[in-house]
């Protein structure tokens, strides 16, 4: 009962949340200069000002701000984002068709990054001060100071120029004829560079912070306790410390979610990736403000959908959490 | 007959400690010669240098060494060494300006919360946590799209997105120190609230701080960096990220032009996170067992 209460509250936070967001998405849309009526005005070459008056009583313009603000939230409720401008399609439309493949790319790399850096934190921890230990600090160095889109080029000049083994981007290729499996095949091709890219960035937090929980793990009395039991050191490393250990790591994760909507911008315009960093940037160029905020409102949508996940995964995983006593 | 107690141990300066501790660590003192040397090259650099970075001096994209020009020549034709000296001021400055800005800010709401706690803590610490739901590089597109791309747009986009780090810190260490003794013994000699948030408690709340402001100056050159390729940035002005999106649509036939910038982000990155760690070693002896 407590834990089906505590799970509604972190909904209801949830939901305030993305009112908050679209809060500070009016604010923005009114703070910047010109409004939807000037848009469509330019759109149509020109247009006087009856016209003017008719669009912006049309949109409601003319009405109260704080009416229009609820105008704005209940559209959102109602799935209706907007309208954009320069596609020519509602942005609800726009980010559908678009979503997928981001998702598909940020997923896929975030669980790469969590499994390989736990792999790297586990070597790493079991002989703090060896060679494979330094290397992880090294990278962990290297994957924090590079610019993610710069580690893409890198890539990119390296193994679909010099040994062209990938595409050097796009999501599938058009001209592909073949099944369904020849087509996942393609895609699967197409993914492996901005996967490991993106993949790369979190990839050294998350074996920098499991290094250190496992280390701090290792060293409790239970382990001890495991093993002068005698049991095998990898049945005490896998069964009862990374258990323990992979807490933090499920945290920092669900925590970095935001900015792997960030990486995933830069990294889909590296390589040409057909998902909502692309869009945006095509939207901010083309100074689409529905389109540009409706993606702002969506990856924020993400973000707080994957964070309580992440709260309910920890709960799940984490029985302190569970009964408050932590 | 021999005085057999021993000198006492001369008292040292906390200072003196941190500093002995910091040259203690090899990668941190080479990384502080490399990030002088970067700051001195941008000082110095182009006065000495001598070249205006948006002349175009000779054919687009030649090669590094030809002609004499070392880092050879963009997509305009532009002295590439030229670019990236000046390049490196912009880059230093916003990043040093921008994590002076997100400091600023996320000082002000961790101490706010830390010291008053109860109602002023939830809304801030709420607050706080709305900034972190926000995807940092895209609310800053926004506000740089929305609000014009000029240094000052770029500089506040990145120092209004990247503060909830310090904050959280900040809110944590003054939460430790309000209850030490020394802090009540403070307001019972009658310091008011401002002096005891700023000049009793935020004092010893530093030294993580400091690390972290360390740490902030890197993250604010890749942000600013990744702005600038993607073209959200003054047009006026020659920064590194912006040499890289510029030669953008070269990188598989001339990899030069992307490559050598990028390098020179990642060598002042990875010098000023070298510095924040042995800061961070120096400031925190306890931490050194990790």
């Known amino acids: 009962m407590a834990l089906l209460i505590s799970v509604l509250q972190r909904i209801g936070y949830a939901l305030a949340l993305l009112i908050a967001v679209l809060v500070l998405n009016f604010l923005l849309m009114h703070a910047a200069p010109g409004d939807i009526a000037d848009t469509i005005a330019q759109d149509m070459g020109g247009a006087d000002a009856e016209v003017m008056e008719r669009i912006r009583r049309d949109y409601g313009l003319d009405l109260p701000v704080w009416q229009q603000l609820l105008r704005y939230i209940g559209n959102v409720a109602q799935g209706d984002l907007g309208y954009s401008f320069f596609f020519q399609v509602p942005v609800t439309d726009l980010l559908i068709e678009r979503v997928p493949a981001t998702l598909l790319l940020v997923i896929t790399a975030q669980l790469l990054a969590i499994l390989v850096g736990v792999i790297l ?86 074996s920098r912070l499991c290094r250190a929980s496992m280390l701090e793990v290792l060293g409790a009395d239970y382990i001890r306790t495991a093993k002068a039991k005698g049991l095998s050191e990898g049945g005490i490393v896998f069964k009862h410390a990374l258990k323990n250990a992979l807490s933090p790591v499920v945290t920092l994760a669900g925590l970095q979610f935001s900015a792997v909507v960030s990486g995933a911008v830069l990294v889909e315009t590296v390589f040409s990736w057909p998902g909502l960093g692309t869009l945006a940037l095509q939207s901010i160029l083309a100074r689409d403000t529905p389109t540009i905020l409706g993606i702002l409102f969506f990856s924020s949508l993400v973000v707080v959908v994957v964070n309580l996940i992440t709260d309910l995964v920890l709960r799940l995983i984490d029985p302190r959490i569970r009964t408050g006593a932590a | ?122 809304v801030l610490m709420r607050f706080t946590e709305f900034f972190q739901v926000l995807p940092t590089l895209l609310f800053s597109m926004v506000i740089v799209a929305l609000f014009g791309a000029s240094l000052v747009t770029v500089t506040v986009a990145i120092g209004v997105v990247s503060w909830t780090a310090v904050a959280r810190i900040t809110r944590a260490e003054f939460l430790r120190i309000r209850e030490l003794e020394y802090v009540m013994a403070s307001r019972a000699a009658g310091a008011g609230n401002m002096k005891l948030m700023f000049a009793v408690i935020l004092p010893n709340a530093l030294p993580p701080i400091i690390v972290q402001a360390a740490l902030m100056v890197g993250t604010a050159i890749l942000f600013e960096a990744g702005l600038a390729f993607l073209g959200l940035t003054d047009p006026n002005v020659i920064s590194w990220g912006q040499i890289i999106g510029s030669n953008r649509e070269a990188i598989l036939s001339e990899p030069f032009a992307v490559t050598i910038p990028g390098v020179a982000i990642f060598i002042t990155v990875l010098a000023i996170s070298l510095v924040g760690d042995g800061l961070n070693d120096a400031l925190n002896p306890k931490l050194r067992a990790r």
């Not at chain 2, 006492?8 to 990030?35: C, D, G, Q, W, Y």
């Open chain 1, 121 to 206: 934190g586990v070597i790493a921890a079991r002989r703090p001060n060896g060679f494979g230990s330094h290397m992880v600090t090294l990278l962990a160095l290297f994957g924090y100071s590079a610019p993610v889109f710069w580690t893409g080029i890198m890539l990119l000049i390296c193994f679909s120029l010099w040994v062209p083994l990938f595409p050097s981007g796009g999501m599938q290729d058009v001209t592909l004829e073949g099944g369904l499996f020849e087509r996942v095949l393609d895609v699967a091709r197409h993914m492996v560079l901005p996967v490991i890219t993106l993949a790369s960035i979190f990839l050294a937090l998350y």
């Open chain 2, 1 to 122: 007959m021999t005085d057999q107690t021993q000198p006492a141990p001369k008292a040292r300066s906390p200072l003196a400690e941190t500093a002995e501790m910091f040259l203690k660590n090899h990668a941190a003192v080479v990384a502080s010669i490399v990030l002088i040397a970067i700051i001195i090259a941008a000082i110095i650099g182009p006065p000495l240098y001598a070249d205006d970075p948006f002349e175009m001096v000779w054919a687009p994209f030649s090669p590094p060494g030809e002609e004499g020009f070392i880092l050879g020549t963009d997509y305009l034709g532009r002295d590439m060494l030229s670019m990236i000296l000046s390049g490196a001021r912009v880059s230093l400055a916003i990043g040093v300006t921008a994590a002076f800005v997100s400091v600023f800010i996320g000082i002000t709401i961790g101490a706010l919360a830390g010291f008053y706690r109860g109602w002023v803590e939830e």
